[in-house]
């Protein structure tokens, strides 16, 4: 009776073993801290140099990173560069805006072209700033910016996504570039994925609906800017969403006179003049062009981002920043 009882609990022992064994438990993911630098992930760094959201600037990017700003990270043994800026931080001369972002050092014209592809995913966007600001809670992942005349920006890819929401917004800005006078200018915003930039909240204390057809934080995409004899092409894919393409002249303005404004833009109210003016009809043709990739926050420092004193542990600590991560780019002629 004994040996008999014994050998039930042996097989019920192993029963149970067998059963644990055989039943599928979710995976966690793990990520860890890389040992190379990002030139050895994205090798075409020797073409950029960079500006981080502390102020920091380096020409020169083999075996450069710096902790809390521009690294490499692993995640499920894929090595990603990371890009993280504060909303408060040191800017460029010419925006109000931190960014720890690269910079082309070769500039080229429209008519010559270039080409910039990304592949990444936006891991954190600001959780503070006001929401019926078009550029709250968003950052540029990557932008065509011009060296010449008013030095606007007939490119910027944005992502965008209200706290709270699960899924966030993909979107394109072409700025127009006026002769003489720029402070009519403005631009104009195209959804991807999701809202454009005229989406905005009523009031400080609520949000629109989430976009159905959005981007999740941690969700990879992929963008490629194509230029070819003064033709910008835009190509965005992920997995799970439509394809999307786009093309816009930049050597010929769409927008040259009024009756040419899109109806959103001549209904916005003007701010200090814009919204009101037209593009010279030869757009960007005579300006020398480059490319921008990385992570550009959009959350104006003017306004919420001085809570936390300009101090970026704070603004860390409290949500106050952008983070990106790239697996893969590539640029071209």
């Given at each position: 009776m004994q040996t008999e009882f014994r050998l039930l609990i042996t097989f019920l022992v192993f029963l149970s073993f067998f059963s644990c064994s055989n039943t599928a438990s979710?995976?966690?993911?793990?990520?860890?801290?890389?040992?190379?630098?990002?030139?050895?992930?994205?090798?075409?760094m020797d073409q950029w140099k960079i500006l981080l959201g502390d102020?920091?600037?380096?020409?020169?990017?083999?075996?450069?990173q710096k902790e809390n700003f521009f690294y490499t990270?692993?995640?499920?043994?894929?090595?990603?560069?990371?890009?993280?800026?504060?909303?408060?931080?040191?800017?460029?001369?010419?925006?109000?805006?931190?960014?720890?972002?690269?910079?082309?050092?070769?500039?080229?014209?429209?008519?010559?072209?270039?080409?910039?592809?990304?592949?990444?995913?936006?891991?954190?966007?600001?959780?503070?700033?006001?929401p019926m600001k078009g550029s709250a809670h968003s950052v540029v992942v990557g932008q065509i910016h011009s060296a010449d005349g008013h030095e606007n920006e007939p490119l910027k890819i944005f992502y965008k996504k209200f706290p709270g929401h699960t899924k966030g917004s993909v979107f394109w800005h072409y700025e127009i570039n006026p002769e003489g006078d720029n402070s009519g200018r403005w631009d104009h915003s195209i959804a991807v994925w999701g809202y454009d930039r005229h989406t905005v909240s009523t009031d400080a204390l609520s949000?629109?609906?989430?976009?159905?057809?959005?981007?999740?934080?941690?969700?990879?995409?992929?963008?490629?800017?194509?230029?070819?004899d003064g033709i910008m092409h835009l190509s965005f894919t992920s997995a799970g969403h439509e394809t999307k393409h786009f093309t816009k002249s930049l050597i010929q303005s769409d927008f040259s006179t009024e009756a040419e404004l899109p109806e959103v833009i001549?209904?916005?109210?003007?701010?200090?003049?814009?919204?009101?003016?037209?593009?010279?009809?030869?757009?960007?043709?005579?300006?020398?062009?480059?490319?921008?990739?990385?992570?550009?926050n959009q959350t104006n420092?003017?306004?919420?981002?001085?809570t936390f004193g300009r101090d970026i542990?704070?603004?860390?600590?409290?949500?106050?920043?952008?983070?990106?991560?790239?697996?893969?780019a590539s640029l071209g002629g």
């Open positions: 979710p995976q966690k993911i793990e990520v860890t801290e890389s040992s190379i630098y990002p030139h050895e992930v994205i090798p075409f102020g920091t600037r380096s020409k020169d990017l083999k075996s450069f990270t692993k995640e499920a043994n894929i090595d990603w560069v990371v890009y993280k800026a504060p909303n408060a931080g040191i800017t460029s001369k010419t925006s109000s805006n931190t960014r720890t972002e690269l910079h082309q050092k070769q500039y080229w014209k429209a008519a010559q072209g270039g080409k910039l592809t990304g592949t990444l995913k936006v891991m954190h966007v600001s959780t503070s700033g006001n949000y629109p609906p989430e976009p159905q057809d959005g981007i999740a934080l941690g969700e990879e995409f992929s963008y490629s800017v194509d230029v070819q001549k209904k916005a109210p003007a701010r200090k003049g814009r919204h009101k003016g037209v593009e010279q009809k030869e757009a960007y043709a005579n300006e020398l062009l480059y490319f921008k990739q990385g992570a550009y420092p003017k306004n919420g981002a001085k542990k704070k603004q860390y600590a409290n949500g106050a920043y952008v983070e990106v991560w790239f697996k893969e």
